[in-house]
């Protein structure tokens, strides 16, 4: 379903990265290179912007917008890679949020992992141009080591999920819980992401003791490893209590 918020958000997040454009193009007069928009569906039109990105970042571009990167297993366009005083190109890219986020930090990761393979030079630091205008720094060699891991443990669902030969199941694999499929599924089987407050380490810890539903958990006596005996009594008083006002509607 589409979600308007989100919708407003894209085109103000758009809005604040050409700011940021326009202000390289200004610093930078004749040394901004623009790779041309290309989705990963269109094969010409990603190969043509991966040439163009190689090429840019093989001259004397200042700033390469939107450079592009595709291998047998990642395509990335990164906002901005800036050429800094030692030869080396800083990854940027522009959020609208005021402060840096998890993924934000690992999508920078992942260009300047991807720029290291193919022998381009990088700075050790990437950089987050905030919504506030204020640029949040960031050391790569902190954060690449967590992104080289998280993509590995993707790898290694996804390569599994491919070689198996049944539909994956609910609770097969990790849930965000909050998206349209997971709130549909969540719903389906009667998830313990039904109770209200639960948190998902929670949720991790409770199915690991057997309880899968907001029904398990309103009959179990506990305790359960890893859930203090206060934190699970309120939980369990909150399905009880969800469970009971099902039941009178």
Known sequence: PEDETLKRAGRLGTAHELRV???????FPGRVVEIPAARS??????????????AALRSDAA???????ATD?????????VLDADGRYVVQDSKLARSAKVPALLQIAAYADILER??????????LV????????????????????RRQALTELLTAHLAGTEVVAWGDVPACGHCAVC?????????????????????????SAGITTIDDLAAHPGPIPGIGHDT???????ARLQIRQESQS
């Not at 699970?232 to 909150?238: K, S, V």
């Open 21 to 27: 454009l326009a202000d390289y193009v200004a610093r």
């Open 73 to 81: 297993d990642f395509v990335g366009f990164a906002d901005f890679l």
């Open 118 to 127: 193919h022998g381009i030079p990088i700075a050790s630091h990437g950089v």
């Open 41 to 54: 569906s269109d094969a010409a039109a990603l190969a043509d912007a991966v040439a163009r990105t190689d």
């Open 63 to 69: 700033v390469v917008y939107q450079a592009a990167f």
């Open 130 to 149: 905030l919504g506030n205008g204020l640029e949040s720094v960031h050391d790569l060699s902190t954060v690449i080591p967590v992104y080289r891991a």
């Open 183 to 207: 709130t549909e599924e969540v719903e389906n089987h009667r998830d313990l992401l039904l109770v209200a407050g639960l948190r998902m380490t929670q949720r991790e810890r409770l199915m």
């Open 232 to 238: 699970y009594t309120r939980l369990q008083r909150q």
